[in-house]
C-alpha cells in the first residue's frame, strides 16, 4: 500500500469515528467509554509487547511515553466511568423522625430541691431564717 493510500484510510477512519461518536446519546456514553478503555487495555498491552522487540533509543522512549499515556487514559477511563455510574445509585433513605410526644416539652433537667432546703418553700430551717431577718 503507498503512503497516500494509508494517510486516506487515516482521515476517512477519523472522519467516520467523527461522526458515529457525536451521534451516541447521553445514556450510551457510559457503556460506550467502558468498551473504550477495554480496547486501550489491549492497545497498551500491544505497547508493552512492542517495546520489548524495539531496537533503538529514540523507538524505546516514544513507546514509553505512549504507553505512559495510554495507561493514564485507561486509569483516568475507569475513574470517569466509576463515578458517572455512581450518579445513577440509590441514595441511602434517611432514618425515619421521631414522632412527636404528646404533653409538654420535656424541660431541662436541674436538681430537685427538697421541701426544707433554706431557699426552698416551707423551710424551717435556721439558715432560712437568718437570711429572711437581714
Not at 45 to 51: C, E, P, Q
Not at 62 to 77: D, E, K, R, S, Y
Amino acid at each position: 500500500m503507498s503512503t497516500i493510500t494509508e494517510i486516506a484510510i487515516l482521515v476517512l477512519a477519523a472522519f467516520v469515528g467523527f461522526e458515529v461518536i457525536s451521534k451516541v446519546p447521553n445514556t450510551l456514553h457510559t457503556p460506550l467509554m467502558s468498551g473504550t478503555n477495554a480496547i486501550h487495555g489491549i492497545v497498551l498491552l500491544g505497547g508493552l509487547l512492542t517495546i520489548a522487540a524495539s531496537s533503538g533509543v529514540l523507538e524505546k522512549v516514544l513507546l514509553v511515553i505512549a504507553i505512559m499515556f495510554g495507561t493514564i487514559n485507561i486509569i483516568g477511563g475507569f475513574l470517569v466511568t466509576d463515578r458517572m455510574l455512581g450518579m445513577f445509585k440509590r441514595k441511602p433513605e434517611p432514618p425515619p423522625e421521631p414522632e412527636p410526644q404528646n404533653g409538654p416539652e420535656p424541660r431541662a433537667s436541674r436538681p430537685a430541691r427538697h421541701p426544707t432546703s433554706p431557699d426552698g418553700p416551707g423551710s424551717s430551717h435556721p439558715a432560712a431564717e437568718a437570711n429572711k431577718e437581714k
